[in-house]
């Protein structure tokens, strides 16, 4: 069964940047989408970004706006975020998620894209500190 693999947590100082990989353990059909979840102890799940494959629309949460930057690579069926200018309230596991290749989206919105999002990664934490 292809499964998300994630990659590119650990440890930053505030103010410096990781980068997150993640793509499928084999082949498998392109994705839909694809995005960035985190959570924190203690706290829900939290949307951080989103992306579609087709024209490449981007979405993001508010508190990561500016920061962070979600990108694809479709030829590798992976997806990547850039985090920028990390903050103490940026630390969490950060889960990749995938839509299917045959997910049904009407309309393309944040919210519909997100939603669509329904394969897992198992999570890389995230830790910010000096």
């Known amino acids: 069964q292809v499964q998300l693999v994630e990659s590119g947590g650990g440890l930053a100082q505030p103010g410096g940047s990781l980068r997150l990989s993640c793509g499928p353990s084999g082949p498998t059909p392109a994705y839909y989408a694809m995005g960035w979840f985190r959570q924190a102890p203690g706290k829900g799940r939290e949307r951080v970004s989103c992306?579609?494959?087709?024209?490449?629309?981007?979405y993001y949460a508010d508190s990561v706006k500016g920061r962070f930057t979600i990108s694809r690579d479709n030829a590798k069926n992976a997806v990547y975020l850039q985090m920028n200018n990390l903050k103490p309230e940026d630390p969490a596991v950060y889960y990749c998620a995938a839509a299917p290749a045959g997910a049904v989206v009407v309309t393309l919105t944040e919210e519909t894209c997100y939603n669509a999002l329904i394969t897992w990664g198992p999570g890389t934490p995230v830790t910010v500190s000096s």
């Open positions: 992306i579609s494959r087709s024209d490449h629309n981007t």
